[in-house]
């Protein structure tokens, strides 16, 4: 009987022995896999931290960059302007934007060319000298800018219509001169006028092209109409206001 426990208690012994080398590679592995892990992840903080290296590095040299590009706007910034450096380039910053902009330019020159088609018989085919038009932005049923001019050409196309047409030119007793493109998008109307075009005539269409300082265009359409009296109207002036560059009419 004594053998025989004693061999159970060797056997005890020997499977709590194996249980424990067991725990101990269970361990093991799952210690190596942890570092297996460990390194790869360190790995790839290395990387992360390598790339936003070379990101801040390149931050720094596009900063450089602008940094020499706006030099010449701060030394013109600082002469021209008062106050703090970053409000004097703030203002140096609004004027570059009023000049990109060409409705904010003062108008020095304007010309127009102007066509209109009217439902008529008449046969003619004539330059007039002394019987032109004129082209007028009004606000309040005051003018803004006046063109005008004392020529124009009419022609009957055969199919019984007639084409006024005439290039007008500021008039300086009453223009916008000096004053800024824009102004023009508060007028109420576009007036147009034709000696040579009967009162109360059916305008059929037509077109008017202003030019002013010599490059910015704008193109008005002259819907159909009946004329009251000698005027033809352009309505919805600021929503027409399309701008196209320009070397001229």
Avoid: C
């Avoid at 290296?53 to 701060?74: A, D, G, V």
């Avoid at 003018?143 to 005008?148: F, T």
């Avoid at 020529?151 to 055969?158: F, L, R």
């Amino acid at each position: 009987m004594g053998n025989k426990k004693k061999w159970y208690q060797y056997v005890g012994v020997r499977a709590a022995f194996i249980i424990a080398i067991g725990g101990i590679i269970v361990a093991g592995i799952n210690a190596w896999s942890n570092q297996s892990k460990l390194a790869k992840d360190n790995e790839q903080y290395k990387k992360d931290v390598s790339n936003l290296k070379e990101e801040l590095k390149n931050k720094n040299s596009e900063i450089q960059r602008l940094e020499t590009q706006l030099t010449p706007f701060k030394t013109i910034a600082l002469e021209k302007y008062t106050g703090t450096e970053q409000e004097r380039l703030n203002k140096l910053s609004e004027k570059i934007k009023e000049l990109e902009n060409p409705l904010n330019k003062p108008i020095a020159s304007a010309e127009a060319q102007v066509t209109v088609i009217v439902k008529s018989d008449e046969e003619v085919a004539t330059r007039y000298m002394n019987e032109g038009g004129l082209l007028s932005f009004v606000k309040n049923r005051q003018s803004l800018l006046l063109l005008a001019d004392t020529q124009s050409n009419v022609k009957q196309t055969g199919k019984g219509e007639v084409i006024y047409k005439g290039i007008f030119h500021v008039k300086d007793n009453l223009s916008a001169i000096g004053k800024p493109i824009e102004t023009l998008q508060t007028s109420d109307i576009i007036q147009i006028r034709f000696r040579r075009i009967p009162e109360n005539s059916q305008v059929i269409g037509g077109k008017a092209i202003v030019v002013l300082n010599g490059n910015t265009r704008f193109e008005f359409e002259i819907s159909p109409q009946q004329m009251h009296g000698k005027d033809i109207i352009i309505r919805n002036i600021k929503s027409k206001f399309l701008i196209r560059q320009s070397t001229g009419l």
